[in-house]
């Protein structure tokens, strides 16, 4: 079965800082690749997500993230971070050889910006 | 936003009493999906739906049933609500034309607490 790991599971910054949330996924064929994230109260929202092409990949306010498929990672960055990006990111991933149209979600990164 | 609605939106209730969570959407999407999310664990997939009155489990099926009579609405059971069922229970929707279009909406998520 998928399985994906988010090896940071609290990261606190200062703004300004640069951010780079880790992810790696088990299975090795063909995927699908999402990072989420949850603001304090709010349901999920799709940051960026990758299907094919370019492995770097740019989303909303500014986040990147780029696809090795050499290291099975998809690694999210932000260059600079401000306070309102405090919220929980989660990388999912979905294989698309099996298991129907299901996501595997990792556990979640929270992250703190502080001014 | 995609139109999906949740309802109750915050629920509380005994031991070993039945709770039903609805899901409803406006998007006319194929597939539909239950997920819990517990700190430490991020989100497991309770059952999905890829089609009306087709349902299959996730990863965390156990004492949870589902139905889907209609396109627009999804059913989670909770047959006899256990404390370990307290979570927060979150709704999800994709369009799958195509086997790469994996992208998952939320739904703003239900609160329930068993006690």
């Known amino acids: 079965a998928q399985s994906v790991s988010q090896h940071n599971h609290h990261v ?17 064929g063909t995927v699908n690749l999402f990072w989420y994230v949850q603001y304090p109260g709010q349901h999920l929202q799709l940051l960026l997500k990758y299907f094919s092409g ?9 986040f990147e993230a780029e696809f090795i498929k050499s290291k099975f990672s998809f690694n999210l960055r932000k260059p600079s971070v401000q306070w309102s990006d405090t919220a929980e990111y989660f990388c999912a991933v979905n294989s698309l050889t099996g298991g129907g149209n299901k996501l595997t979600f990792g556990t979640g990164t929270q992250l703190k910006v502080e001014l | 936003d995609a139109g999906i609605t949740q309802s109750p939106r915050h629920k509380v209730t005994e031991t070993g009493t039945p ?7 406006t998007e006319n999407h194929r597939y539909m999906y239950w997920y819990r999310q517990d700190p430490g664990h991020g989100l497991r997939l309770i059952h999905y739906s890829y089609g009306v009155k087709d349902t299959d489990k996730g990863e965390v099926s156990d004492g949870y049933s589902v139905s889907r009579s209609k ?6 059971t909770l047959e006899s609500a256990t404390s370990s069922q307290t979570s927060v229970y979150f709704c999800a929707i994709s369009n799958t034309a195509a086997r790469s279009y994996n992208e998952q909406f939320f739904g703003p998520g239900t609160r329930l607490t068993v006690l």
Request: charged share 20%.
């Open chain 2, 71 to 76: 396109t627009e609405d999804f059913l989670l």
């Open chain 2, 19 to 25: 709770v039903t969570l609805r899901c409803h959407q």
């Open chain 1, 54 to 62: 370019d492995p770097l990949v740019k989303g909303i306010k500014g």
């Open chain 1, 12 to 28: 606190i910054l200062s703004e300004a800082a640069s951010l780079e949330l880790g992810c790696n996924y088990s299975y090795g």
